[in-house]
């Protein structure tokens, strides 16, 4: 594949700045940030996954939305995909972390737009669901207009600097970097402008447990990317992906609230397979369950096994989120949790939910 070659020999020229090399391949259930986590990657980033699953190809099946992924690339000019190539790092991940960093639920440049009142919606739903405490959460979305901008961009990289983020860059090659980005952004194509793969993610992110005074004092955020829902429409999803993701991303803060990452296995990569397969099965246990969206199973793994933009095969790595036969599997379990419920409206507590889960997972994960 012509893109392919082309990223190899970026990578050969050794242009792959280090955030991406620190990519475990994996997911997109862009992750918490949390303990579980222990490298210095608050968001995972899905579209940096698979700029490196184009170069070296994972053993696992392609998902849904590889192909949507590959075409995006395929798409594009070859000085837009050199751009890209030279630039990865602003244009990958400075939308995802001007949002982490500066965006608010209530500041227009946050605003949800796409699917907004289906995420609205759901997510009120998903409160009065779960019983945590989750009026806190600050529910918003994240554009690619911040690429636009240098100041925006500027103030990104260096809270990514400051953050262990990125490596360190001085003021002026930050400046530099932000206008050499914005100029080049402004002269091209709405297609590019407006790339889904800038902002191809949706994250739940809590400050619980982090020390940086910066970070620790961010509120809880669920960030959702225009990219990751027009990826959902354009693969026929649109309807059940965007609210099983929030599904799965509001299982996060309940696992947040109730302390889970704080408990479970050591081994990085084991405690975030579980964590992961949590989420799945609690989303898929929301989006079946007669009181939750009451959606078909089916639908429901379908969207959550998509929900990744590479195969997740990387076993030792800490961003390893179970295969996908692991995660279908979480899904079933959760979507006949919620088949079980006696009477059908019964609605199991956040916590016995996740106790119940525990004792199974040795199960889901062994097959
Ligand atoms: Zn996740």
């Not at 079933?332 to 996740?354: C, N, Q, T, Y």
Request: aromatic content about 8%; some cysteine.
């Amino acid at each position: 594949m012509k893109r392919t070659l082309q990223w190899s020999a970026a990578l050969a020229a050794g242009t792959l700045l280090p955030l991406g090399m620190v990519a475990t391949t994996a997911t997109a259930a862009p992750a918490p940030s949390s303990a579980a986590h222990s490298q210095h990657r608050l968001v995972d980033l899905p579209a940096k996954d698979a700029l490196q699953e184009a170069v070296a190809p994972s053993e696992c099946a392609p998902t849904l939305l590889d192909g949507y992924i590959d075409q995006l690339f395929a798409e594009m000019s070859d000085a837009q995909f050199a751009f890209l190539v030279a630039h990865q790092d602003v244009l990958l991940s400075v939308p995802t972390y001007d949002a982490l960093f500066f965006g608010t639920a209530g500041d227009p440049d946050y605003a949800l737009d796409s699917h907004a009142a289906q995420l609205r919606n759901t997510y009120r739903d998903l409160q009065r669901f779960w019983d945590i405490e989750s009026d806190d959460i600050q529910l918003m979305a994240m554009h690619s207009d911040s690429l636009l901008d240098p100041v925006r961009i500027a103030r990104t990289l260096e809270a990514m600097v400051d953050a262990g983020e990125l490596p360190p860059m001085t003021d002026a090659a930050i400046a530099q970097e932000a206008q050499t980005v914005a100029t080049f952004m402004q002269a091209q194509d709405e297609a590019f402008q407006d790339n889904p793969l800038w902002t191809l993610n949706a994250y739940a992110f809590s400050a619980e447990g982090e020390t940086d005074p910066v970070i620790a004092a961010l509120p809880d955020k669920l960030v959702f990317g225009d990219g990751i829902l027009e990826a959902y429409d354009a693969i026929g999803l649109g309807d059940v992906g965007p609210r099983v993701i929030m599904a799965h991303e509001f299982a996060h803060h309940v696992q947040f609230e109730l302390g889970t990452f704080d408990t479970g296995p050591t081994d990085p990569a084991e405690a975030t397979r579980r964590t992961e397969l949590m989420a799945d099965a609690m989303a898929s246990y929301y989006a079946t369950h007669k009181k939750g969206l009451a959606l078909n199973s089916k639908r429901v793994t379908d969207a959550l096994l998509s929900f990744y933009s590479v195969g997740d095969c990387s076993f030792a790595s800490p961003g390893h989120h179970g295969t996908p036969l692991q995660r279908e599997r979480a899904a079933d379990w959760g979507a006949d949790l919620a088949a079980a419920a006696k009477p059908r409206s019964l609605v199991l507590s956040a916590e016995r939910v996740i106790e119940l889960f525990e004792e199974d997972l040795a199960v889901i994960i062994a097959g």
